[in-house]
């Protein structure tokens, strides 16, 4: 079992950034790929970005590739979600979860999930 906790949001705005951070316990993630993913209200949960066990492949949505940056650290069970030059659209809760490939961008592919942290960009 594994337990995932995001920390990071915040109201920012537009032009801004913020840096998500996912924290694992319960288990090593280093066997694990991971992922971000995030809902507005009344909206389907979209994939934003992910990123192989070992950290050398990355995965992300065209809305926000230049962006945003997806990046791991197996030693501290983390991963983080840098997010630059953000856009309204960009409102949503974040969520991370664990995988096996780091290209499945579908919410079934994903196994663990984090509660979420709210971003809200101000225009």
């Known amino acids: 079992q594994v337990q995932l906790v995001e920390s990071g949001g915040g109201l920012v705005q537009a032009g801004g950034s913020l840096r998500l951070s996912c924290a694992a316990s319960g288990h090593t993630l280093s066997r694990y790929a991971m992922g971000w993913f995030r809902q507005a209200p009344g909206k389907e949960r979209d994939f934003v970005a992910a990123i192989s066990w070992g950290g050398s492949n990355t995965n992300y949505a065209d809305s926000v590739k230049g962006r945003f940056t997806v990046s791991r650290d197996n030693a501290k069970n983390t991963m983080s979600l840098q997010m630059n030059s953000l856009k309204p659209e960009d409102t949503a809760v974040y969520y991370c979860?664990?995988?096996?490939?780091?290209?499945?961008?579908?919410?079934?592919?994903?196994?663990?999930w984090g509660q979420g942290t709210q971003v809200t960009v101000s225009s």
């Open positions: 979860g664990t995988t096996y490939n780091s290209g499945n961008s579908l919410p079934a592919q994903y196994k663990y």
